[in-house]
């Protein structure tokens, strides 16, 4: 017998039962309903409020919760999928995802809805990952495109579609059905990944000999590490507006920690035996200039996904419902963008289709900077057809090339990192933007404000008209005088957020451009495969 040191991905493939296909619906179920459930509970939290009886800062942890248990989990896909495998750390997560929406459903204040919802989150944190490993693993290279274009349209459409189904069933149903609906779709799904999707014998062979290692040096510190640093950063990101960021002693001393581990994490999995993360894949040019553009490019997502809903409801007067349906046409486009990008991606540069992308989101940013008081729902459609169409642009590329210098069995370290990444920057881009809005809100307010005092001859005719109008109405003299200044300051507080979110719009296109040197570094192998480690195999 001797010990041939052979490549992975030279291994002969065993012959699959199942069509990609089937394997590729199979896994999106729990993906796409992780992504809708980031953000549908958001139009559900007025009900929820007085349903358990909290205030405005104390039901925001729902989604503080989600959010910090989703991150603290993707990063350590692949470490339980060496341990356990990863179609059951797959099924194990939606398992745990289901049972932490039933339990969301029936809760009975605000701490077990709290740690239902962090339930559900721990579940949610692995299967993005999981579900973009096992679609590369499964298709083959040239139809790697294809494969990313299937991953992208769940992580993105699910986003864009969920306040739009919130606000469907909260107005015509009871507020537990957003949590309820996640049962029999994530049982289905349960069912369709145990049923069709099996992992590669080349990826389980490799996974048992490394799990041998890792239990012999089980890194405990690391996951210490990383659990207290990205638990710390995630809690600053969502509170910090509300505690108005440095000024709070709290959020600088948990940004301390957060600091402080964060370098103890590297230098601990840079050192370990058996690192349960695989921080050495950034070394890798392709994959991080990949996970960098695509956390910019959330950051500014998922921000317009925040900013534009606030702006129809808030200055426009359109309820969830309408604005919901009015940003549903961004998401018909990518829908159908997608798939054209796949098929023509291996014929064009990756570069050129990314930065085409990057150019589209500019120009849309830039024409949603132009909205106004007047505007109506066609003009924001006419921008965000443009900002679905740039999305699908640099979705799909960006996807495909980050991962294509991955070798097959680091698959699952690489897609949990860089979903922790995007993760990572899309709270960033909210924390900024949501701050941003209020401090840009209150400067051009004061700017507005200096132009009506005094006795400029416009502002004392539209003052006397309103006095005059109400009076008319049986309002004494100087009831009608407060009223008018209240209405014309309020007016003014409106023109000011209006400048507010033309300025934030305008930013988001700036931040597309300066992502445009990084679509130069994505470049696909000469071979169209990733290199794979050696696997010793016994040979006679």
């Known amino acids: 017998m001797t010990a041939l040191?052979?490549?992975?991905?030279?291994?002969?493939?065993?012959?699959?039962r199942t069509n990609k296909w089937v394997v590729a619906l199979s896994v999106t179920f729990g993906t796409l309903m992780g992504a809708i459930d980031a953000s549908i509970v958001n139009v559900a939290l007025s009900q929820i409020r007085g349903s358990v009886g909290a205030t405005v800062q104390e039901i925001t942890w729902i989604s503080t919760g989600f959010a910090i248990a989703t991150v603290m989990v993707m990063p350590l896909t692949g470490f339980f999928g060496r341990l356990f495998g990863q179609k059951?750390?797959?099924?194990?997560?939606?398992?745990l995802f289901i049972l932490g929406s039933a339990l969301c459903g029936v809760a009975w204040n605000l701490p077990s809805l709290i740690v239902f919802r962090a339930l559900q989150g721990f579940g949610a944190g692995a299967l993005q990952p999981t579900e973009q490993a096992i679609l590369r693993q499964t298709f083959p290279p040239k139809e790697q495109?294809?494969?990313?274009?299937?991953?992208?349209?769940?992580?993105?459409?699910?986003?864009?579609?969920?306040?739009?189904?919130?606000?469907?069933?909260?107005?015509?149903?009871?507020?537990?059905?957003?949590?309820?609906?996640n049962v029999p779709v994530g049982i289905l799904g349960m069912f369709l990944v145990w049923r069709f999707v099996e992992e590669p014998e080349d990826i389980k062979a490799h996974a048992r000999a490394e799990a041998q290692k890792m239990r012999a040096h089980m890194d405990w510190l690391g996951i210490a590490l990383l659990?207290?640093?990205?638990?710390?950063?995630?809690?600053v990101l969502e509170e910090g507006q509300g505690d108005d960021w440095f000024e709070s002693p709290l959020i600088v001393v948990v940004t301390l920690l957060a600091l402080f581990t964060a370098v103890a994490f590297v230098v601990r999995e840079l050192t370990a035996q058996a690192p349960a993360v695989n921080l050495r894949l950034f070394k890798d040019a392709t994959f991080t200039s990949g996970a960098l553009a695509s956390a910019a490019m959330f950051a500014v997502m998922m921000s317009g996904m925040f900013l534009l809903?606030?702006?129809?409801?808030?200055?426009?007067?359109?309820?969830a419902m309408q604005s919901g349906l009015a940003l549903m046409p961004r998401t018909l486009v990518m829908l159908v963008c997608m798939p054209v990008v796949a098929k023509i991606y291996a014929k064009v540069p990756p570069w050129f289709l990314g930065t085409s992308g990057l150019l589209l989101n500019c120009y849309g940013q830039f024409m949603l900077a132009g909205l106004n008081l007047s505007s109506s729902t066609p003009d924001i459609i006419a921008a965000i057809v443009s900002q679905g169409a740039g999305m699908s642009l640099m979705m799909v590329p960006l996807q495909t090339i980050s991962l294509s210098t991955i070798p097959r069995h680091q698959m699952a370290d690489a897609t949990g990192l860089s979903s922790l990444i995007r993760q990572i920057g899309s709270s960033l881009g909210l924390a900024a933007f949501a701050t941003l809005l209020t401090r840009y809100g209150v400067f051009s307010r004061d700017g507005l404000r200096a132009h009506i005092l005094g006795e400029r001859p416009e502002v004392l005719a539209r003052l006397a008209m309103a006095e005059n109008g109400l009076v008319a109405r049986g309002v004494d003299a100087n009831s009608a005088h407060g009223a008018a200044l209240g209405s014309l300051y309020g007016a003014v507080a409106r023109q000011g957020m209006v400048l507010a979110f033309d300025k934030l719009f305008i930013a988001g296109g700036i931040l597309f451009l300066c992502v445009v040197p990084l679509m130069f570094m994505l470049r696909a192998p000469k071979q169209g495969a990733a290199p794979s480690a050696p696997v010793h195999v016994e040979m006679e």
């Not at 040191?5 to 699959?16: G, H, M, S, T």
């Not at 494969?147 to 909260?170: H, S």
């Not at 809903?309 to 309820?319: A, K, V």
Request: negative net charge.
């Open 145 to 181: 495109a294809t494969a990313m274009a299937l991953f992208a349209m769940a992580v993105m459409v699910g986003p864009a579609v969920g306040p739009t189904l919130g606000g469907f069933i909260v107005d015509n149903f009871h507020w537990s059905w957003i949590f309820f609906i």
């Open 309 to 319: 809903p606030l702006f129809m409801q808030e200055l426009l007067g359109f309820t």
């Open 227 to 235: 659990w207290t640093c990205l638990g710390a950063l995630q809690y």
């Open 88 to 95: 059951n750390v797959y099924l194990a997560c939606l398992l």
């Open 5 to 16: 040191a052979v490549p992975l991905d030279a291994l002969p493939a065993p012959r699959r």
